[in-house]
C-alpha cells in the first residue's frame, strides 16, 4: 500500500477507497494468522489513535487491546486522553507503568543522566516487551504505530517501535495521517495534537529531526518520484543543502529498515 500521486508532484490525497484498502487488509492479517485480536500501544498521539480506530473498525472494538504504558516523563493529560478514546471507541484498555523496567536497564548500563536518546530506545524497547508479553498471553498480534515518514527518516527505535507484526498506516506520510484521521473521526484534540515520541521531556518530532512533517513529506514523495533536487526544493520550498540531509539520512537509516543482513548461503547437506 504506497498512497503517492504518480502523475503530479503532490502528496496524494486520501480517499475512502484507500481506508477500505487498509481496513481489509487488517481483517485479513488476523484471519490469515488464527489470531483472537490486537494489542496497540496508547499514547494519545495522533499515529496510535488512528491505528487503533481502522482496527477497531476491521475487527471490531472489542478485539483491539489499548496499553497505556507512561513514564515519569509522561504528561497525565495523554492518559485521560488514552483513557477517553477507548471509552469513546470501545476498545479494552489497561494501563501498565514502564518507568520500574527504565530505571532498571537504566542502572544496568551506567548512563549519564543526560543521556536521552539511550534512555529513550530503552523506553521504547521495555514497552515493546509490555507489548508482545500481553499478545502472546491473549493469542493477539502487536500492530505498529510506524507511518511512512517515521519509516523512511529511521525515526523509530530498533526492537522498540520498530518490532511489531503489522503495520497498518506504514504506507501512509504524516500529512496523509492527518487526512486518515479527520475521515474517521479522530477527535480534534488529538488531531491538533503536536507530534512527539514522548520519550523525554520536551521531545517533538518536528524539532527533532529539523524539518516540519509538511515540508518532510513533499521531500520523501520527491525523492520517490526520482524528481531533483532542484524540483523538490522548489515544491519544498527549502534550500537544497536540506534534501541532501534528508537524503542522506533515508540512506544511512536502510539498514533498520532492513531484515538482519545475512550471508548469501545455506548447507544442506547433512
Aim: charged share 25%; proline share 3%; net charge neutral.
Amino acid at each position: 500500500m504506497i498512497f503517492i500521486d504518480m502523475v503530479g508532484r503532490t502528496v496524494h490525497t486520501i480517499t475512502k477507497e484507500d481506508i477500505d484498502v487498509i481496513v481489509g487488509f487488517i481483517r485479513g492479517v488476523v484471519k490469515d494468522t488464527g489470531s483472537k485480536g490486537l494489542v496497540i500501544g496508547a499514547s494519545g498521539g495522533l499515529d496510535s489513535a488512528v491505528t487503533t480506530k481502522l482496527c477497531a473498525d476491521a475487527i471490531g472494538a472489542k478485539n483491539v487491546l489499548n496499553i497505556f504504558m507512561p513514564s515519569s516523563v509522561t504528561p497525565l493529560a495523554d492518559h485521560v486522553l488514552t483513557k477517553d478514546l477507548s471509552r469513546l471507541w470501545g476498545t479494552q484498555y489497561k494501563v501498565i507503568d514502564v518507568q520500574p523496567a527504565i530505571d532498571l536497564f537504566a542502572g544496568m548500563f551506567s548512563s549519564s543522566p543526560a543521556a536521552l536518546l539511550e534512555k529513550g530506545n530503552t523506553s521504547a524497547r521495555c514497552r515493546m516487551i509490555v507489548l508482545y508479553n500481553r499478545a502472546k498471553k491473549m493469542n493477539y498480534l502487536v500492530a505498529g504505530t510506524m507511518n511512512r515518514s517515521e519509516c523512511m527518516m529511521g525515526y523509530f527505535t530498533k526492537s522498540g517501535d520498530g518490532a511489531s507484526d503489522l503495520y497498518p498506516i506504514i504506507g501512509l506520510y504524516k500529512t496523509q495521517v492527518w487526512q486518515v484521521a479527520e475521515m474517521i473521526g479522530v477527535p480534534k484534540e488529538v488531531i491538533k495534537k503536536v507530534p512527539t515520541a514522548g520519550l523525554w521531556e520536551g521531545q517533538t518530532d518536528e524539532d527533532e529531526m529539523g524539518i516540519t512533517y509538511r515540508d518532510l513529506d513533499i521531500v520523501l514523495n520527491g525523492m520517490t518520484l526520482g524528481l531533483s533536487d532542484s524540483e523538490i526544493a522548489k515544491d519544498a520550498k527549502i534550500d537544497t543543502s536540506k534534501i541532501l540531509e534528508i537524503k542522506n539520512t533515508v540512506k544511512m537509516m536502510e539498514h533498520k529498515r532492513s531484515a538482519p543482513y545475512r550471508p548469501d548461503i545455506t548447507f544442506n547437506d547433512l
